[in-house]
């Protein structure tokens, strides 16, 4: 909404010896969003609260400064409209969602057809253009004071006007509209004999326009009920300054003061004279509520004592009666806000508005001890933590993407993540699925920076998939999930080294991430994942955390890299359940180092060939090693020349030294013993120690 | 040629050679070959036992003098060829000082993140601690239970996502403060909730259907707006630096009443007027008001003897002022240049 100063003070005397007008509104909660002059006028942009119907007209405005500064409020002159006989249409309200109608018929005064510089200045001040002198002066008495104002010209209406609900299949013909629109069934509409002259409230229907021709027309004041306006205008994808105010509801009470105030301006204009007046209220609901205020209790709750007097004097301002109560107030809030105040926590806004926000003192809260973090916020933040170290970047991705997306990634109804949770509405039509993986995304900010010629990132995220409901009537699934996805080369400067990362980095990286929050990661084979057929058939692992399966991690298989158009990328992934993880047992920290003795450290090479995997050999000396074998691990490896895939592994054993019961010879024997038995089990499949 | 004339020969010929040393192999070459086990000058001391005793004296003076000699300079040219030797091995490993450094470098937080850290740690010491929700909420607690029934207009302002099955995808982080009211706890309760929230909208350079807020709500026997002002100029502080100018203003929010908005005066600018605050000088920087009586009403509560007060930003926004980002889409957009940027700076 726009206002011109000069306008605004017709209605309130205007002092800014304290603050100026834009700070003024600010402070008041009518946001001033921009102020330009133009000539010797001053003009606001106003964002209005959403709830304050009553502030979008100059009334409304000049109410809130009037209640803030004291200064006058000069209601603007009205022509009485007392005396005049009904409307010779019949005039009937058949549904409840209208709670006052009323009609007056206005004759034109022949001579003019361009409308006046002053109706044209309230009109341009507050953006609107010209359309006709009837139309102009309708919207210029809305600006005015909130009413808004419908005008048909009286010699289109045949027989009765009837305020109804709309029949199924009923149509129309709304202005500006060039094909007629079916309205939704129970839709209000004020209608004759020959079917809808107005969709109520919101907009005119072509059949009964005011034009420069119209000689007679009627002008219509009412108030439907706001959730009414609101569907309508949803279904028809209107929103005018009518709907906008009705939706927020209009002021019951004020239909005469508005026809008789639109009857001023066709005098002042010579416009046109009314000849007719009707009006309707269905049942004797009052829209004037009664509230009664304890001044202690309003003490209280704003945490500031202002004296009696203040606050009798703005609430009278804002149009409140007031009553001196036993132990506080007695109000009856003004018809104008009957939709938005409603019980004492209203007023209390309305005094605390009207004194100022700003002028309420600031007060520091007892209990404002501090708290501490939980472990798992603690352990989350140390796993954020530990990827920037490893150089990750923390991205956000949707939490939802396309049917194509989908369809990218999984192929066919068979496949386990072809189950989605399903968007009923989205606008973008990017936005039709729930995530139930991470891949899609990972994929989709791959292709993207290499598209810009972009071949090294890291890039993680924490988020939730989503995954249908099991059983009816319990919501979707979420899981907390960590994801990462790399590329590119093993160093920030590829200028020293050429190596990419590989599998082997994300499994470095997922062991590091376990220590860093005292849990063990481990891998094993990947069997019913439903990302398995995603990843390299030959480097792909599933992440498990004690028992549990809590994820995958792997090289993106080649085939589904060409899906998403990055035919020649390597790309490292892995993605678990983050709370799986952190419910998996601690692995306490222990040092070796804390004993009287360091353990005694002895090393053995097998060579292994192809498709054997160097774990077979731990679990083999697992098995059958003393208790005082504390670790064994990898230290070093090699292909060797023939055949192809052999290599030679050299495996690290710690026993435990603690006691120092144990002899070199001890050691030695039982790596003998240890030596042997893998020899001796994995023969068979060509394993044998290394001279 | 006596034993003398010998000596003096062999002398003659070390200092020659010596002379002519260039490096350490061929001083080797010379210490073992004046110096070492079939050296001449080994070979005339070890014959000394040979000799009368009038020879023996001279002669075995003038070899230990000339072996002396052969030590001496040995060592010194030893010290002059390490040292060239060692300028010529650091000269060879010259390198480019300009070339970029290769230490692993850390990568970032989201600047979302990294502000919402920022407010949780100034939270977390007035006592507020962090309370999750779904993402995928029931229409009750993201609005019906918050004072927003079908219909209202503030259902408008929060365009919202449905998803099958009678849900929504949560509009704001207000449904967390439903659910924990919904429990029923005993007031004093101090609560934080961050994460996603979703719009159904198109996206531009100024709206996402996906962006994160964080609110914080606080209940007890006789919360005033009076401490809610304190709690959020201390908020402000924290965030902005002590002696940061606020204001406050009138808003409209269906779950708090009062409800207020808290501007913060344009640090880019100092109130001047610029792009990032639309000309105002003022950005406004966190929504708040006192907790709905119907709203408390709804759970329980008696707004008579208990009430409260909720106060919530968009740290997408937020993170956008802090750190100078004209477009918040490059939050959400996986693009290593733009993370790379922010490590820049």
């Not at chain 1, 946001?31 to 502030?55: I, P, Q, S």
């Not at chain 1, 979420?478 to 160093?491: F, P, Q, R, S, Y």
């Not at chain 1, 809590?550 to 359940?577: H, N, Q, W």
């Not at chain 2, 937080?109 to 929700?133: A, K, Q, S, Y």
Request: charged content about 25%; overall charge negative; hydrophobic content about 40%.
């Amino acid at each position: 909404m726009r206002i011109a100063r000069g306008i605004l003070e017709r209605f309130v005397s205007l002092d800014e010896t304290q603050l100026t007008l834009s700070r003024l509104l600010d402070d008041l909660g009518i946001e001033v969003k921009r102020v330009h002059r133009e000539g010797d006028e001053t003009y606001c942009d106003l964002e209005l609260l959403a709830n304050r119907g009553d502030h979008r007209c100059y009334e409304g405005i000049a109410r809130e400064v009037h209640a803030r500064t004291g200064s006058p409020f000069h209601h603007m002159e009205t022509k009485s409209l007392a005396g005049l006989p009904s409307v010779e249409n019949n005039i009937y309200v058949e549904t409840k969602r209208c709670y006052r109608y009323a009609l007056a018929k206005f004759e034109v005064i022949k001579g003019q057809s361009q409308p006046s510089g002053g109706l044209l200045k309230v009109l341009n001040a507050a953006g609107e253009g010209s359309v006709n002198r009837i139309v102009d002066m309708a919207n210029v008495a809305q600006i005015e004071n909130g009413q808004p104002l419908h005008a048909y010209d009286a010699e289109k209406i045949c027989g009765p006007v009837t305020v109804r609900e709309s029949a199924r299949g009923e149509v129309c013909l709304p202005l500006f509209f060039s094909e007629p629109v079916a309205l939704p069934e129970g839709t209000v509409v004020v209608a004759d004999d020959r079917g809808v002259l107005s969709v109520a409230g919101i907009i005119g229907c072509q059949r009964a326009a005011v034009s420069i021709e119209t000689r007679h027309f009627l002008l219509e004041a009412a108030c439907f009920d706001p959730v009414a306006v609101r569907i309508a205008s949803r279904a028809l994808a209107v929103s005018t300054s009518a709907s906008q105010r009705f939706e927020r509801g209009s002021d019951p009470e004020t239909i005469l003061f508005s026809l008789e105030r639109a009857a001023k301006i066709c005098e002042e204009n010579d416009l046109a004279i009314p000849t007719a007046l009707t009006l309707l209220q269905r049942g004797s609901k009052s829209f004037k509520r009664r509230i009664s205020i304890k001044t202690e209790r309003l003490a209280e709750f704003i945490g500031w004592k202002v004296d009696d007097g203040s606050i009798r004097a703005v609430l009278s301002r804002l149009g409140y009666e007031v009553q001196q109560d036993v132990d506080g107030l007695l109000l009856v809030a003004p018809s104008w806000r009957y939709w938005d105040v409603a019980e004492p926590a209203d007023v209390y806004e309305d005094v605390l508005r009207a004194l100022s926000y700003n002028m309420c003192p600031e007060v520091p809260p007892p209990n404002t001890q501090g708290s501490l973090a939980t472990e798992t916020e603690r352990e989350k933040a140390a796993l954020r933590r530990g990827l920037v170290a490893q150089g990750f970047f923390e991205v956000f991705t949707d939490a939802f993407y396309s049917l194509a997306t989908r369809q990218n990634l999984v192929g066919s109804e068979e496949h386990p993540l072809w189950a989605h949770v399903e968007i009923e509405n989205a606008v973008d039509r990017r936005y039709s699925l729930l995530r139930n993986n991470c891949l899609a995304q990972a994929l989709e900010a791959a292709a993207h920076n290499l598209r810009f010629r972009e071949q090294r990132f890291r890039f993680f995220e924490m988020c939730r998939t989503f995954r249908p409901a099991v059983e009816a009537l319990t919501p979707p699934q979420e899981v907390e999930m960590l994801w990462g996805l790399m590329a590119g080369d093993i160093h920030d400067e590829p200028w020293r080294t050429t190596r990419d990362v590989d599998f082997w980095d994300a499994k470095g990286l997922l062991d590091v991430l376990g220590k860093t929050v005292q849990r063990k990661i481990e891998l094993a084979d990947c069997l019913d994942h439903p990302l398995t057929d995603c990843l390299h058939p030959e480097r792909r692992s599933i992440i498990r955390a004690g028992s549990t399966a809590i994820g995958i991690v792997g090289e993106i298989s080649p085939t589904v890299c060409r899906r998403f158009d990055m035919a020649k990328a390597r790309l490292v992934y892995f993605e678990f359940d983050l709370h799986a993880l952190l419910n998996a047992p601690l692995n306490p920290r222990r040092s070796r180092l804390g004993a009287a003795r360091p353990p005694s450290k002895r090393a053995i090479s097998f060579v292994l060939p192809a498709r054997v995997e160097a774990m077979e050999v731990v679990d083999v000396i697992r098995s059958v090693a003393p208790p005082w074998l504390v670790e064994v691990h990898v230290t070093d490896s090699f292909d060797l020349p023939s055949p192809p895939g052999a290599r030679s592994v050299t495996f690290e054993l710690l026993f435990d030294n603690a006691l120092s019961d144990k002899s070199a010879k001890d050691i030695n024997a039982a790596l003998e013993k240890l030596s042997g038995s893998v020899a001796s089990r994995l023969l068979p499949k060509g394993v044998h120690q290394r001279q | 040629m006596n034993e003398m004339e010998k000596l003096k020969e062999l002398l003659a010929e070390f200092e020659e050679r010596a002379a002519a040393l260039e490096t350490s192999d061929e001083l080797a070459i010379v210490e073992r070959e004046f110096l070492g086990k079939n050296s001449v000058i080994r070979h005339v001391l070890k014959s000394l036992k040979e000799l009368n005793p009038t020879e023996r004296a001279s002669i075995a003076a003038l070899a230990n003098s000339t072996r002396e000699k052969f030590e001496t300079t040995i060592r010194e040219r030893r010290a002059v060829i390490a040292d060239r030797e060692s300028q010529l091995l650091l000269t060879g490993e010259w390198i480019d000082r300009t070339m970029p450094g290769t230490w692993q470098r850390p990568g970032c937080l989201n600047p979302v993140t990294i502000v919402e850290d920022r407010c949780i740690e100034i939270l977390r010491t007035l006592g507020f601690r962090l309370e999750e929700g779904p993402e995928v909420e029931t229409e009750y607690f993201c609005f019906d239970a918050l004072n927003i029934p079908k219909h209202h207009p503030a259902r408008d302002m929060q365009d919202t996502f449905f998803v099958k099955g009678g849900y929504v995808l949560r509009t704001h982080t207000t449904s967390v403060q439903a659910r924990v009211l919904a429990t029923r706890p005993e007031p004093p309760l101090k609560i934080i909730s961050r994460g996603r929230v979703f719009r159904n909208e198109d996206v531009d350079n100024t709206h996402l259907a996906m962006f994160h807020q964080l609110e914080g709500f606080w209940l007890d026997k006789n919360a005033t707006f009076a401490q809610m002002k304190w709690v959020l100029r201390f908020m402000a502080e924290g965030l902005f630096g002590a002696g940061v100018e606020v204001r406050f203003k009138p808003k409209f929010y269906p779950y708090t009443e009062p409800s207020l908005g808290m501007d913060v005066r344009c640090t880019k600018c100092a109130g001047q007027g610029c792009e990032a605050c639309g000309k105002a000088g003022w950005l406004t920087v966190i929504g708040a008001g006192m907790i709905h009586p119907t709203v408390l009403r709804g759970f329980g509560y008696d707004p008579e003897t208990v009430s409260g007060f909720a106060f919530g930003w968009g740290t997408t926004r937020l993170a956008s002022q802090f750190f100078g980002l004209s477009e918040l889409r490059a939050m959400y957009q996986q693009d290593i240049r733009f993370f790379r940027s922010l490590m820049d700076q």
